[in-house]
């Protein structure tokens, strides 16, 4: 589904990422793990077009993209969920599942009923302002709008971050659905080592920029994933 070659970003004349190859297959979690600040965020931001790639190849289902903004790439299948959220506090939780809908076509228009399936609380709490929900509802939410774009790549972003252990699982329990649906392939960015290395048939370990540590979890051990997550 996804394939990267020699990715490279800058954020002005600082190199960020260096040579970054990797690929996301459908059907399968590709975890990108590494200690903060090695440059995980800026992958997700590169592939999801959020910050232009300095230079690098990208693919989606074999066909080469070039640089486009975040919502060419939303046009193309890919969603994003930031680190943060960044739900609209003022919009009910309604009105902010309903911007999904900016990247489909208007006869796709509607809220499909596994989105509520898959997250009952939301269903609950339709009329409410996003900026009231707790964090681990706006996590909730933010999954949720994004699976409205229906799209092919799903890139997660710290998606545990400062949530609660319930509402976690919970989490987990969607990202497994998902990959046993088949539609799509998952890029999970996480710190959470457990639950990133569960839900994980690929494994990427990044540290200042590159790639040290890769392969499918099979011949990867718990030991030798961590020690490069080793400072």
Known sequence: ????TDLTLHY???QILNGISMEARQGEVTCVMGTNG????SLMKAI???????????????EQVGI????????????????????????????????????????AH???????????????MQNRRGGDLSGGQQQQLAIARALITRPRLLLLDEPTEGIQPNIIQQIGEVIRHLKASGDMAIVLVE?????????ADRILV????????????ADLSREAVLAGLSV
């Open 1 to 4: 589904m996804l394939k990267l």
């Open 12 to 14: 002005g004349h600082s």
């Open 38 to 41: 090695v440059g995980k965020t």
């Open 48 to 62: 999801s077009g959020t910050h232009p790639r300095s230079g690098g190849t990208l693919e989606l289902d074999g």
């Open 68 to 107: 486009l903004p975040a919502h060419g790439m939303a046009w193309k299948g890919v969603a994003y969920v930031p680190q943060g959220r960044e739900i609209f506090p003022l919009l009910t939780v309604r009105e902010n599942l309903e911007t999904g809908f900016a990247c489909l076509p208007k006869d």
């Open 110 to 124: 509607v809220i499909p009923d596994e989105i509520f399936d898959l997250f009952p609380v939301l269903k609950q």
């Open 191 to 199: 710190q959470y080592f457990d639950f990133a290395y569960e839900l």
């Open 206 to 217: 990044l540290r200042r920029g590159e790639v040290i540590t890769r392969g499918s979890k």
